[in-house]
């Protein structure tokens, strides 16, 4: 299986096939297929991995940057080697309501990801819940991309006002569809309450699956020293934790960088060896948007074409990653 996800990662590349062509270094060929070690997420290797990256706004608000060029530029040039496409399953002409578009859209990222040599987040992007879509969904996704080792799926964003009990049952549901047809790749699994209960999940986890981690989201405006100990506990409790989404703002996407904050935030996922993907690739009017809205949609966004989140979220992972 590890063979054919390397040669089909290669041809879509566009890499000549050859036991000498040892030139081209990316997340993917460095790393391999990902696994989940107790709570750590490692590679092929089973050294621990650090993945950092962005994700992009709502598909369906902000299409123009659904494109490989933009996916390459965040590769080349803010040194991501994980991003996110959020497909929107809710607001006006979402998945529902505009499926064709919306995996059109999700395809531009994902192949875009793949001929860059980076790891890819499918995020079903939705707080409510729609299991049958899910799986669905998800059928098609791990049909199309579960043979190659950059894909990881997040089954359901941001459950709001469920119990864990539901997300658990939604989750355990979704992730067999996927495993019917993708035995190996990360999957994702969301908490009530915008991803913060992980409480919740550390007294109840999802058994007898593999490869599986929790997500959390934070905004370092609103959430301060007790969601990190929060997190803290699950993880002493075996609960691995993947952050698919953050910003150094308030929980409204909005309000002031809180810098000493996010430093804080920072710091502690690297101590901890936590993946992270910072919240958004869009042009919106709110302090979490990283690009104005005279930018390209296809990159080569330079400093003045990027807002102060944009700026520092570029600084942040040009420092850290490797």
């Known amino acids: 299986m590890k063979a054919i996800k390397v040669i089909m990662l290669l041809v879509l590349a566009g890499v000549v096939l050859c036991s000498c062509d040892r030139t081209r270094h990316t997340p993917v060929a460095d790393n391999g297929q990902l696994k989940v070690t107790g709570t750590q997420l490692v590679n092929e290797r089973d050294e621990a991995v650090v993945l950092r990256g962005v994700s992009f706004g709502w598909h369906n608000l902000w299409p123009r940057f659904y494109n ?44 875009g990801a793949i001929r860059e040599g980076v ?24 049909e199309k991309y579960g043979d190659y080792p950059n894909v990881i799926y997040e089954i359901w964003n941001e459950p709001d006002y469920f119990t864990w009990e539901e ?56 959430h301060k020293s007790w969601l990190r100990e929060r997190v803290d506990d699950a993880i002493r409790q075996g609960i691995p934790v993947f ?65 102060e989140w944009g700026k520092i979220t570029r600084q942040t992972i040009r420092e850290r990653q490797q």
Not at 121 to 136: C, G, L, Y
């Open 68 to 111: 490989r060029k933009a996916v390459g530029w965040l590769v080349s040039d803010w040194k991501c080697s994980v991003v996110r496409a959020a497909m929107g399953v809710a607001i006006e002409d979402n998945y529902l309501d505009n499926p064709e578009f919306a995996l059109q859209c999700v395809d531009n990222v994902v192949r």
């Open 119 to 142: 790891y890819v987040i499918i995020d079903f992007h939705s707080h409510k819940k729609h299991t049958e879509e899910a799986k669905a969904f998800f059928t098609m996704m791990a």
């Open 167 to 222: 997300v658990k049952e939604y989750s355990e549901q979704v992730i067999d569809v996927i495993r019917a047809i993708d035995s190996d790749n990360i999957i994702l699994v969301g908490s009530p309450h915008w991803d913060q209960d992980l409480d919740a999940v550390a007294a109840n986890p999802i058994g007898g699956r593999p490869n599986i981690m929790y997500t959390m989201h934070f905004y370092a405006g609103t």
């Open 243 to 307: 952050v698919s989404e953050c910003a150094a703002v308030e929980a409204s996407g909005n309000g002031p960088v809180d810098q000493a904050e996010w430093n804080r935030y920072v710091s502690w996922m690297e101590e901890k060896s936590i993946s992270w993907v910072a919240w958004s690739v869009s042009d919106k009017d709110e302090s979490c948007s990283m690009i104005l809205p005279r930018a390209s949609s296809y990159g080569k966004w330079s400093d003045d074409l990027l807002k």
